[in-house]
């Protein structure tokens, strides 16, 4: 176990000096991962960012409630009541039809319409505040409101929150799509660095076998060597799209309160970039694992 | 400790390196493999080491069947051999010390005690002073010490010498077959191939002719 752990740590020790030794080798590695990986991680920063904003967009999806044009205000009381005792509401604004009228008549262009017809064309209205507005719930509800009598048409103001929803499910879908194909992408530049490396140790490699090395003594270095230069590439993906976000921050902050919109863009989040770091060692490892059964296999 | 019996070895297309050796050597004895340039020695260590396997007949160390040994297990028979090659084989990126502790990183030796053994080979060999030194500053005999130094720092039972004097003059290849004697004063098992058998004076001798053994 002593010496188990002992190798282990001088192929670290080996894995980095190798790193170091071809530095603008290293370098072009790095930013060729790093940028590989930046893309989904920036990617995924940009969806969760437009996760969270989501509730505070749809903080106001209302249904509106519309009695039939000639119900009896008794009836519109009575709805008044049910509205009051239902359980996904959370509040019930009553809109009477004499309300709208008067809010209609004192719009522009549409005075001397309404005056010249013989009565009052809208209905009484509820806006409804429901307690959850998930979209599948809302429809639910808005099932439920049009069975009650005397009630002619309920319209759910959530349709475009379902397309808001749809779209960015597709964004997510894209983003993983992205990080499966940045991250073959990734094993074949580990694949790449770890064969040249193989090659250019071969004199090493055929000595250390002479002496006695296991395979998996030859190997060892060259795994670290992989989970190291991705663990890296990692880390420098995360600088990446950090400065992306602080150089974004500013405009996007900007454009926000344009549409009166209190939000600001968050950093990658932790999990997601710790995700990403131990996915990126992972796949190096990958890498490594090919480049060595297919370089090392026999000799 | 090895026994050689009815040994073959054939390279394609059909030449035969070695064919029907049969000997046997003991442990802690000296072993002089004559015989001319291309006679097959070179060949008979590496079916020791089993860096080659016969075409036939078997190879038995320490009552092993080399020439049978799973791949995994030939590392394991490797570090009780001390190889020194007739390229040497050193590796010129690294200087004498670290070439040194090679056998040692590979076999897992604690740092502090694999240093001092290190140290001692080097000493042995009459190299210590220049540990910090890279190969390529040697001159022919001392790359030859430092490979020697080299292959017996894990203290194997058995050095195989191929050609050690190879390329010396005659000075140097005294000092360097020397130290094989000393090994083998210490109980080391020790097979020369040379082609030079009188810088071994003391050793058991056999002779090969075109792959096979001459009386």
Redesign the interface.
């Known amino acids: 176990m002593?010496?188990?752990l002992?190798?282990h740590r001088?192929a670290l020790a080996l894995a980095l000096r190798r790193l170091a030794g071809a530095p603008v080798n290293t370098l072009l590695s790095l930013l060729a991962i790093g940028v590989a990986l930046a893309l989904p991680a920036g990617g995924q920063m940009l969806y969760s960012n437009a996760r969270s904003a989501l509730p505070g967009l749809s903080a106001s999806p209302q249904i509106s409630l519309f009695m039939a044009v000639d119900a009896k205000s008794k009836d519109t009381q009575d709805i008044a009541e049910r509205l009051h005792r239902f359980d996904g509401i959370a509040s019930a604004k009553p809109v009477s039809r004499e309300v709208t009228l008067a809010r209609m008549k004192a719009g522009a262009g549409l005075a001397e319409v309404l005056e010249a017809l013989p009565q009052n064309p809208f209905p009484d209205a509820f806006v409804v505040n429901p307690r959850d507005e998930r979209p599948e719930a809302m429809e639910k509800l808005a099932a439920e409101l049009r069975k009650l009598p005397r009630v002619e048409h309920v319209q759910l103001d959530s349709a475009w929150v379902q397309r808001l929803d749809a779209l960015l499910r597709l964004g997510r879908t894209a983003v993983l799509l992205l990080a499966l194909l940045l991250g073959v992408g990734l094993v074949a530049i580990t694949f790449n660095s770890i064969r040249l490396q193989v090659l250019t140790s071969r004199?090493?490699i055929?000595?250390?076998?002479?002496?006695?090395?296991?395979?998996a003594?030859i190997r060892r270095p060259y795994y670290w060597f992989g989970a190291l230069q991705g663990l890296l590439g990692g880390l420098v993906a995360w600088a990446m799209v950090f400065g992306a976000t602080v150089w974004l921050r500013g405009p996007i902050f900007d454009l926000a309160s344009l549409y009166r919109l209190d939000f600001a863009l968050a950093p990658l989040a932790a999990s997601d970039a710790g995700l990403m770091l131990v996915l990126a060692a992972a796949l190096g490892w990958t890498g490594a694992a090919l480049s060595l059964h297919e370089t090392t296999a026999d000799n | 400790m090895i026994r050689f019996d009815r040994v073959s070895k054939r390279y394609p297309p059909g030449i035969d390196a070695l064919a029907d050796v049969s000997f046997e050597a003991g442990a802690g004895e000296f072993l002089i493999v004559g015989g001319h340039s291309g006679a097959g020695k070179s060949t008979l260590l590496k079916l020791i080491?089993a860096?080659e396997r016969p075409t036939g007949g078997a190879v038995l160390v320490n009552g092993q069947n080399v020439g049978a040994l799973a791949r995994?297990a030939i590392?394991?028979?490797?570090?009780n051999i001390g190889?020194v090659?007739q390229d040497q084989?050193l590796?010129f990126?690294r200087n004498l010390f670290d070439n040194v502790m090679?056998?040692l990183?590979?076999?897992?030796f604690?740092?502090r005690e694999a240093a001092r053994r290190v140290r001692a080979a080097l000493d042995k060999v009459g190299l210590l002073s220049r540990e910090k030194a890279m190969p390529i500053s040697l001159s022919g005999g001392e790359q030859q010490r430092l490979a020697i130094a080299?292959a017996v720092v894990?203290r194997p039972g058995m050095l195989l010498a191929d050609e050690p004097t190879a390329h010396l003059d005659s000075d140097t290849a005294r000092d360097v077959a020397a130290i094989f004697h000393e090994f083998h004063q210490v109980g080391v098992t020790v097979i020369v191939a040379t082609y030079d058998q009188r810088l071994f004076p003391g050793g058991r001798q056999v002779r090969l002719d075109h792959g096979r053994l001459a009386a």
């Open positions: 002593i010496v188990w002992r190798q001088n004199a090493e055929e000595v250390s076998r002479l002496l006695g090395a296991t395979d003594f | 080491a860096i995994g590392p394991f028979l490797r570090r190889l090659f084989k590796l990126d090679l056998p990183a590979i076999a897992g604690a740092p080299r894990g």
